[in-house]
Structures are given as structure tokens and as C-alpha cells.
């Protein structure tokens, strides 16, 4: 093309040193930290402060799509803001900060309050939190995304991340667990000063311990103390990780957008208008939906059918292979540029909804009455595949972000991230939503726990449909989705030449200014 350079004077793609890669990795920490924590309220505030299910279910929908509806603001807002500490630096430092104080603040509730005060304290606090969280992770992503122009490279460093999110969610498998601690009802403090109050006395440090980490059936808890102080900590963490995200990651694009930038319209119908954008949109959709539906609906499948009606037994098998999968993620991840470079970043989104499509298949010989162990296929599998592909997909944002700015000029990451944010927000709802049609039309009776058998097949075949069905329609997007190594090498060839010639320009007009 006309603005390529010779190969010749071709320079090495840019990648961020491993140092700005790994503090920008701990970043994540934060992002994760944060809304994994916050997931654990329907748990904690129903079972632990006795609040309706109903409030607390409609305050944490309601924040969910104020949020949503402010993501493409507060993108487009980061692309433009131009500070001495750069486009992204401010938002991870402010959101951050106050995502840590909102989710500190969610925990304070008083049961004794009426239904409406409830429901308008956890809602305000809710969404105050999530529009401080997505301010944070839409900075933190869009910064991660300014890392490197190496097609490959960008698929090492979402490995990275994926390396972080795994981490997190095998800690945040335990958490509900440790709030039953206890300790946390006897008094954190006390147990502490009981600790100490022999001196070295290993037999009675020994005796504390155990009373303070054994649980007895039908002693009370105190999940809710233990969750302030698990919070109290983690707020710790979490600004610790984003403050060594700010000081320690550079941005490169701090002077992008700064003559005439498009208003939000403008940008988000050009966002709205990029075709592999598109594609990718409809295959993260139709891909986490297939997961989310089955997985939703196999909680009943798994508890009234396969398990009898034994919901420890499920459980039981849900964090097998919950903690089964993050394992797998962790150990894979390294791998992620290797499969870029040998396969290409479209096969990592073909080849997941590809198995996806055939697990699903594989189901009713998996699903078996009184074999609840065949569950941790389906409970490890499925996971796995949205993970990887997910991250991949992490890894193809950055290349859309660079072939819009060769069409328009401008550094749109912001944007862009937000508009995967209110897709997945989207997803999340209408999983919810569909899931929970979907068992009403197969007429499960959820007051008992054992269902006629006519009821569980016809959920069990109701459950593979949708899934298959969804499912296929990721693997359709993902063929149409045409973006290769090839053509991002010619972009970037492209953007580079375009970067020199400005660079050299502003060279040229510095001493006409001066004089």
C-alpha cells in the first residue's frame, strides 16, 4: 500500500518492557479483586444479614444497567481527557479509590431496616460502586492495550492477565467459606488476644486455632463481620496493585486525539460500524450465552437429577471443577502467544466454540442419574473454553483498536473497551433472564427437591438446545470474523509510516514556532 515502508527500514513492532507488562498485570488484581468480591452479595446478604433475596437480586441488577448505560461516556471521556499524568492514570487512581470505599460501605446494612430503605441503600451503594469499578477496568484495559503493536505479543500479555483472573476466582472460590469461620463471631480481635495470652504456648495457640477455623453444626456465624474484614483487606491489595499499576506502566498515546477529537456520536457509530468489531461482538455474546444458559440451567439439572436432590453433593462438584479449571487456565496461559503464532488468534475463537458445540452434544451420555462425577466435564470444560476464548479475544481488541485509528485518526481504546463491557453486562442479564424463563417453561417446582421425571428431561433436552444452539452461533461469528497476522502487519506498516511522518512534521514546524 501507499503508506508502506520498505521492508528493508521495516522497524521492530513496539513492546512495553516486561517490567511496565508485569505492573500493568497486577493491575488486575484490583479489577478482579473488586467485582469478585461484590458477587458474593446475594450469598452474604440474604444468609448473613437476612435481607429479602428479592431486594438484594434488584439492587444488584439496577446498578448493572446505570453502569452500562455510562460506559461508552466515561470511554469516550478517557480518550479525550488529557492530563499531566496522561489519558488513563487519573481514571485508575479515582475509580479505584472509590470502588474500594463503595464496596467497603456495601457491608454495612442494618436488617432491621424496611424493604424500601434497603433496597435504596444497597442500590445507591451498589451503583456507585459499579460506575467507580467500570471507570477503573475500562482504564486499566484500554491501558493494556497501548503495550505492544506485536499481534503475537498481545496475546502473551492477555495470557498474563488471564493468568491474574485465574488467581483470583480459585481465591474467590474460598471466601464464602472463610466468613463462616469461627472466629469471626467469637471476634477477630479476641481471637487474637487469646492467641496470645499464654505466651508461647504451642498446645493453647494450637487449641485457638482450631476452635477458631472448625465449625460446629448449629453454632451461630457470623459471615458478615467476616466479610468486612476479608473486604478490609482486600481494599489493602487492591490499592496497592493499582498504585503499582500507575507509577510503574507508561502510556504511549498521551498526546493522541488533541486536535478536533469526534464527539461521542460521531465515535460510537464508527465503533458501531467496524465489521470485525461486529463479529466479534456476536461471538462473544452468542459464546458466553451458550455457557452461561447451560451452565445455569445445569444447577438444577445437576441438584434434582443427576444428584437426587443433593445439593452438598453438587456443590461439592462445582468447586472440583471450578478449582480443576483455574489450575488448567493457569498452566495453559504461557502457552497463548505460542498458539497465536502457530494457529492464529481466529482459531482460538473457532476452535473453543468448535468443542463447545460438541460437549454439548455430548451431554445427555454424561448426564447420568447417580453419577455425579460425570458433572465435572461439563463444570470444567465449559469454564475452560470461555476463558480461553475470552482471552483471546482480549488480545484481538487491541488490533480493532489499531485498524480504526488507520481509518480515523484516532486512539479509540476507551470506547471500544466499554462497548465490550456493556455487551457483557448485556450478556449477564439476558442470561439471567433466559434462564430463568426457561425453567419455568420446563415447570420445575423449586419448593421441593425432587421433580417428576418428565420435568427433568424435558429441562435436561431444553438445556442442551439452547446451549447448542447459542453456541453455533459463536461458531458462525467466529468464521466470519477474517482479521489475520497478514493483514494487522500491513496496519501497523501502515500506522508507523503515519507516526514518522507526523513525527517529522512537528520536528520541522518546532523552530517555526520558536522564532
Not at 348 to 364: E, H, M, R
Request: charged fraction near 15%.
Amino acid at each position: 500500500m501507499s503508506d508502506s515502508i520498505p521492508a528493508a527500514a521495516e522497524p521492530k513492532p513496539y513492546t512495553a518492557s516486561a517490567r511496565q507488562i508485569y505492573s500493568w498485570a497486577a493491575g488486575g488484581v484490583t479489577m478482579h479483586l473488586l467485582i469478585t468480591l461484590y458477587g458474593q452479595a446475594m450469598k452474604l446478604l440474604t444468609v448473613g444479614l437476612g435481607l429479602s433475596a428479592l431486594v438484594v437480586s434488584l439492587s444488584m441488577m439496577l446498578p448493572r444497567v446505570v453502569d452500562a448505560l455510562a460506559d461508552p461516556i466515561l470511554g469516550h471521556l478517557s480518550d479525550n481527557t488529557h492530563t499531566r499524568w496522561g489519558r488513563r492514570k487519573p481514571f485508575l487512581i479515582i475509580g479505584s479509590s472509590l470502588g474500594c470505599f463503595f464496596l467497603f460501605l456495601l457491608w454495612w446494612g442494618d436488617k432491621e431496616w424496611s424493604s424500601t430503605a434497603q433496597l435504596i441503600y444497597l442500590t445507591v451503594v451498589g451503583t456507585l460502586f459499579y460506575t467507580s469499578w467500570g471507570l477503573y477496568s475500562m482504564s486499566y484495559t484500554a491501558l493494556g492495550y497501548e503495550l505492544t503493536d506485536d499481534y503475537n505479543e498481545r496475546s502473551k500479555i492477555a495470557g498474563i492477565a488471564g493468568i491474574v483472573t485465574s488467581i483470583i476466582l480459585l481465591i474467590n472460590g474460598g471466601v464464602f467459606w472463610f466468613t463462616l469461620r469461627p472466629m469471626f463471631h467469637h471476634g477477630l480481635i479476641q481471637t487474637m488476644r487469646d492467641l496470645i495470652s499464654h505466651g508461647f504456648d504451642w498446645a493453647h495457640i494450637n487449641a485457638v486455632l482450631k476452635t477458631a477455623f472448625t465449625t460446629v453444626p448449629d453454632q451461630p456465624t457470623n459471615e458478615i463481620n467476616g466479610i468486612r474484614w476479608v473486604t478490609g483487606v482486600a481494599v489493602i491489595v487492591a490499592m496497592t496493585a493499582a498504585i503499582i499499576t500507575a507509577k510503574g506502566c507508561k502510556e504511549r498515546f498521551v498526546k493522541a486525539n488533541t486536535s478536533h477529537p469526534s464527539s461521542i456520536g460521531t465515535a460510537l457509530k464508527a465503533t458501531l460500524k467496524n465489521r470485525p468489531f461486529l463479529c466479534l461482538m456476536v461471538y462473544k455474546l452468542c459464546q458466553l450465552l451458550g455457557e452461561r444458559v447451560f451452565q445455569g440451567l445445569l444447577l438444577f439439572i445437576g441438584i434434582y437429577f443427576v444428584c437426587g436432590g443433593d445439593k452438598a453433593q453438587y456443590s461439592q462438584m462445582d468447586f472440583w471443577g471450578g478449582v480443576g479449571c483455574g489450575i488448567i487456565i493457569i498452566f495453559l496461559m504461557p502457552f497463548l502467544k505460542a498458539f497465536s503464532m502457530k494457529l492464529g488468534k481466529r482459531a482460538g475463537l473457532i476452535l473453543p466454540s468448535s468443542v463447545a458445540v460438541l460437549l454439548l452434544l455430548a451431554q445427555p451420555f454424561l448426564l447420568r442419574e447417580h453419577q455425579p462425577f460425570l458433572l465435572l466435564v461439563p463444570l470444567l470444560m465449559l469454564p475452560l473454553l470461555s476463558i480461553i476464548s475470552t482471552t483471546l479475544m482480549n488480545a484481538i481488541v487491541p488490533d480493532i483498536c489499531d485498524m480504526d485509528e488507520l481509518e480515523h485518526g484516532e486512539r479509540r481504546e476507551g470506547l471500544f473497551t466499554a462497548v465490550v463491557a456493556f455487551m457483557n453486562k448485556l450478556e449477564i442479564s439476558l442470561a439471567f433472564f433466559i434462564v430463568g424463563l426457561l425453567v419455568k417453561l420446563a415447570g420445575v417446582d423449586e419448593k421441593t427437591m425432587h421433580q417428576a421425571p418428565e420435568v427433568l428431561q424435558r429441562l435436561l433436552w431444553i438445556a442442551i438446545g439452547m446451549g447448542v444452539l447459542f453456541s453455533a452461533g459463536a461458531l458462525f461469528a467466529s468464521f466470519k470474523f477474517k482479521m489475520d497476522e497478514a493483514m494487522m502487519d500491513d496496519i501497523r506498516r501502515q500506522l508507523e509510516a503515519r507516526r514518522q511522518a507526523r513525527s517529522l512534521a512537528a520536528r520541522e514546524d518546532a523552530p517555526d514556532s520558536a522564532a
